[in-house]
């Protein structure tokens, strides 16, 4: 059961630019923090950037100044932009969200099924 759907990954040049995109796959109640997260073969999932349902943001040093995370609550939808993009930027990108659907009550986490992004040098 798709419950985060993500889009936008794929191969790119070093120094390029790609845009992901993460949207809930049916009707929700609210949304909290929004994050992406990336796992490099051999390597931990780590995390990339977060939102909160306020606007405010959080990176991890290896992204800060060539990746933007942005969130349209209208669209339930977050993208993530990256530029300048690295080959140490390769890895499955990976969607999370605090969400609510609007069948239930409950606050739950909620995950992606991934999207690969290559870099190529």
């Known amino acids: 059961q798709v419950q985060l759907v993500e889009s936008g990954g794929g191969l790119v040049q070093a120094g390029g630019s790609l845009r992901l995109s993460c949207a809930p796959s049916?009707?929700?109640?609210?949304?909290?923090?929004m994050g992406w997260y990336r796992q490099a073969p051999g390597k931990q999932r780590e995390l990339v950037a977060t939102?909160?349902?306020?606007?405010?943001?959080n990176y991890a040093d290896s992204v800060k100044g060539r990746f933007t995370i942005l969130r349209d609550d209208a669209k339930n939808t977050m993208y993530l932009q990256m530029s300048s993009l690295k080959s140490e930027d390769t890895a499955v990108y990976y969607c999370?969200?605090?969400?609510?659907?609007?069948?239930?009550?409950?606050?739950?986490?909620?995950w992606g099924q991934g999207t690969q992004v290559t870099v190529s040098s």
């Open positions: 999370n969200a605090d969400m609510r659907w609007l069948s239930t009550t409950a606050w739950r986490i909620y």
């Open positions: 939102i909160t349902s306020r606007g405010i943001t």
């Open positions: 049916g009707s929700i109640f609210s949304i909290r923090v």
